[in-house]
Structure formats: C-alpha cells, structure tokens
C-alpha cells in the first residue's frame, strides 16, 4: 500500500499565484485533514473532511479551499499565494475522528512564496 | 489553538540513556497520541493510550497518562542515535482531527 501520497514534494509560487497541493490514500478512510507546520509552532490544522462530501475548517483556514468529490482524494487550494503560506504541508488521514485510530501523514509538500 | 504543549522544547542525551519528553494539555481528552518527525518527513505514529489507562508500553517505549494532572509522558529507554527525531504528543477534541503540540527535539549522541 501506497498510503498518503502527496504531490507535488517542493513548490515555488509567486504572490498572487494559485496553485493546488495534491493528497491521496489508499486506506479506504473517512477522516482527511491537512495541516501546516511552521518553525516552532508545531502543526496547526487547516481543514479537514470526515467523509467524501463533508469539509470544515480548523485553526488556519484562511487563504485556503478544499474539496472532498472521493473518498480517496483531498487537494488543498491555495487561493492568491502569500509569502505568510510559506510552509510545510502536510495530509493525513485515518479510519476514524476523536484520535480513537492512528492517523497516517504524507510525507509532506515544502512550499515557498516569494 | 494548540492543545498539547510539549516540555521540554529541546533535549540532547547520549546513546543508551533514557529520554523523558512530558506534554501537558488543556481540555478533557478521550485519547492521547504520540507521533515520531524524523527531519523533513511525515509524522509517524508511536502509541495511543486512552484517557482511562495509565500506563502503556511498546517495544523501549513507555507512556503514562495522568488525566487528573492533564498531563503525559513519553519515556525512550536505552537511546539509540537512530532515535534523534522530533515527538509530539496529540489529542482529539471530539469527532474532530488530533491537535498537536510543538514537540520535542530529541538528540541522541553517539
């Protein structure tokens, strides 16, 4: 099994560029949510889906878009990129919400705006 | 906002000594996480204790979860220089995804 796969691995945009940051598993599960991690602020969540069709925000939202068509896939959306997006992202997923199941992380998409 | 925070920020121990890493967190959990971030990669789970154990192992891994103090431990027995990562601890808050802290950096020396 593949597990999570995110794509692309680095990234450079220019402000005001939109691009789209790719993550899917092959685990058959509910739970997708995507996160940022910034040097010393650990990880902070951006959104997440617990099913195909559902999506909610969490800590960061704003500046970003998702959708969730399948059950497999869960692209982030950066809108108008900002040099404040600089970051590493990460997608995760897991059979099920409340931390009652591991979750399983991509290996990350290391993104700079300048 | 971050629920777990881990102490300490930084810890430097030489190969076969024990690391303690502790995460103290705010609001009543029903589960608590341990994940593993070599440098670069993806987070890695390590062990999830439930809010009504206390004690958990798993290989050199021990975890103590005390819910009356909010708190957690993660103890690394006999380091290894392949132990040198970064651990966060994570918590659910109801149906939704885990909150992390800002984790460990853990440093084992040959």
């Known amino acids: 099994n593949a597990g999570v796969t995110q794509t692309p691995k680095f990234q450079v945009l220019k402000t005001g560029q939109s691009m789209t940051l790719q993550c899917a598993q092959d685990?058959?599960?509910?739970?997708m949510s995507w996160y940022r991690q910034d040097p010393g602020m650990g990880l902070r969540l951006i959104h997440y889906?617990?099913?195909?069709?559902?999506?909610d925000q969490g800590e960061v939202p704003n500046g970003y878009n998702v959708s969730r068509s399948t059950t497999e896939d869960f692209p982030l959306r950066l809108l108008s990129a900002a040099p404040s997006q600089t970051s590493v992202y990460f997608c995760?997923?897991?059979?099920?919400?409340?931390?009652?199941?591991?979750?399983?992380f991509g290996q990350g998409t290391r993104l700079t705006v300048v | 906002s971050q629920q777990g925070e881990e102490d300490p920020q930084a810890l430097s121990i030489q190969e076969g000594e024990n690391a303690t890493m502790n995460c103290s967190y705010k609001?009543?959990?029903?589960?608590l996480q341990w994940y593993r971030q070599n440098s670069g990669r993806g987070l890695v789970h390590l062990i999830l204790?439930?809010?009504?154990?206390r004690e958990k192992h798993s290989g050199r891994l021990r975890v103590t979860l005390d819910t009356s103090k909010k708190s957690s431990s993660l103890l690394i027995t006999a380091s290894r220089a392949a132990d040198t990562a970064s651990y966060f601890c994570?918590?659910?808050?109801?149906?939704?995804?885990?909150?992390f802290g800002k984790g460990t950096r853990l440093s084992v020396i040959a």
């Open positions: 889906s617990v099913g195909a069709g559902i999506t």
């Open positions: 995760a997923s897991s059979s099920r919400g409340g931390g009652v199941t591991e979750a399983f």
């Open positions: 609001t009543s959990i029903n589960n």
């Open positions: 204790i439930r809010s009504n154990e």
């Open positions: 994570a918590t659910d808050s109801g149906n939704t995804p885990l909150v």
């Open positions: 685990m058959n599960h509910e739970y």
